[in-house]
Nanobody, 119 residues
Framework: QVQMVASGGGLAQAGGSLRLSCAASGRTFSTYAVGWFRQAPGKEREFVARITWSGGDTYYADSVKSRFTISRDKAKNTVYLQMNSLKPEDTAVYYC????????????WGQGTQVTVSS
């Protein structure tokens, strides 16, 4: 049982930056990976980035490579998503999620935080 709280969203202008945080609590020892996903109005949820909890291995969607950086602070049970060079296309609700196995399925989801990028 893992609970996550996503925060840090807000309004940014194109080319600006935001840092999202995902604070986890509960049985976090079971965490294999933490991922960030986003869902824009009228679109399906899409994968953004993920990091393995133990080793810190990262993986990014092509659309955010070289712009976003995922990291984690194990002592704080927190995962971050540093978003630079923001584009209007990045506007979405961003969700963090936990996977408890090495598979692609995510088991626990945060409530989401809104990111809006103006042109």
């Amino acid at each position: 049982q893992v609970q996550m709280v996503a925060s840090g969203g807000g309004l940014a202008q194109a080319g600006g930056s935001l840092r999202l945080s995902c604070a986890a609590s509960g049985r976090t020892f079971s965490t294999y990976a933490v991922g960030w996903f986003r869902q824009a109005p009228g679109k399906e949820r899409e994968f953004v980035a993920r990091i393995t909890w133990s080793g810190g291995d990262t993986y990014y969607a092509d659309s955010v490579k070289s712009r976003f950086t995922i990291s984690r602070d194990k002592a704080k049970n927190t995962v971050y998503l540093q978003m630079n060079s923001l584009k209007p296309e990045d506007t979405a609700v961003y969700y963090c999620a936990v996977s408890v196995t090495a598979g692609a399925r995510y088991n626990y989801w945060g409530q989401g935080t809104q990111v809006t990028v103006s042109s």
